[in-house]
């Protein structure tokens, strides 16, 4: 299984998964645009590696090539998955760009073939999946996420809800951080408000959360606020790569000589096409 197959006899052993009834020389030369010659020659140190044995003119997998074969079919079809979902290529695009990656030995085909085992999770557009599920897609590490607060009220005049002022009380990246006790972190900064000519500086200083109608405190410690991931204990799966979740959290700020007690609704969205 530790062979080292060429890029073109990688494309031969993904032609015969993708036309097994056209498997002669003749249709080998027709298909890659070579002669026949050259065709025989890749054919023929092929068959010494016990990936095929002939019959007659035609060529035919043996249980080991077949298995080879069907390793390099499933990478092309996850690159291919890949590309339609993230870059929103047609089928046969996908398809033609999958074949040209498959049998390149980079980083960059490699880091597709990685990537594209994540997205297998994220093609039945709509199904809700938990928060265990998040962490075995993305397993152990760090993650960029995007994330926004909404205000808790709206009115029946707007088409939207607004965002809360909250959202300036934090950088604009927050992240997944996966362990054995994973959090989702988000980098809290100073809020400034000019008010009558002055202006005046606040800190987001107590965040709380539910779970299970008990009401607990966000750790906060070096800027660096951490809210439990089971929290966020749904997902939304929107496709191609993209999940959604939110809670309410009531927060504390306060501005000069002013305290502001709000809940909100922190919205996050984890997009697989950045991590």
């Not at 060529?59 to 690159?79: K, M, P, Q």
């Not at 002055?198 to 109608?213: I, M, P, S, T």
């Not at 959290?249 to 305290?259: C, D, L, T």
């Amino acid at each position: 299984m530790d062979l080292k197959l060429t890029e073109q006899q990688k494309k031969y052993l993904l032609y015969f998964r993708d036309f097994d009834e056209m498997n002669s020389i003749s249709d080998f030369s027709k298909y890659f645009d070579c002669s026949r010659t050259n065709s025989k020659k890749i054919l023929d140190r092929m068959l010494k590696l016990g990936l095929f044995y002939k019959d007659e003119n035609k060529y035919i997998l043996t249980s080991f090539g077949e298995t080879l074969a069907n390793r390099i079919h499933d990478s092309r079809d996850d690159i291919k998955m890949l590309l339609e979902s993230v870059f929103f290529l047609n089928e046969e695009e996908a398809r033609t760009y999958a074949n040209l990656m498959v049998g390149i030995e980079n980083d960059f085909s490699q880091f597709l073939r990685n990537k594209s085992s994540r997205y297998q999770a994220a093609l039945n557009k709509g199904s809700d999946i938990s928060y265990l599920d998040i962490k075995k897609i993305l397993g152990e590490g760090k993650f960029p996420v995007s994330f926004v607060i909404y205000k808790n009220e709206s009115s029946d005049k707007e088409s939207m809800i607004n965002f809360s002022m909250a959202n300036k009380a934090y950088e604009d990246r927050a992240y997944l951080e996966i362990t054995e006790e994973s959090f989702v972190s988000l980098h809290s900064k100073a809020i400034e408000k000019k008010h009558k000519g002055y202006f005046k500086k606040g800190v987001v200083q107590e965040l709380y959360y539910k779970k299970e109608d008990k009401e607990y405190k966000v750790l906060s410690k070096d800027s660096v606020v951490s809210i439990p991931l089971d929290v966020f204990h749904t997902w939304k799966n929107f496709g191609n790569g993209i999940f959604c979740s939110n809670i309410w959290i009531k927060h504390k700020v306060s501005i000069g000589f002013v305290n502001h007690s709000r809940k909100s609704n922190y919205l996050i969205l984890l997009n697989l096409a950045e991590i």
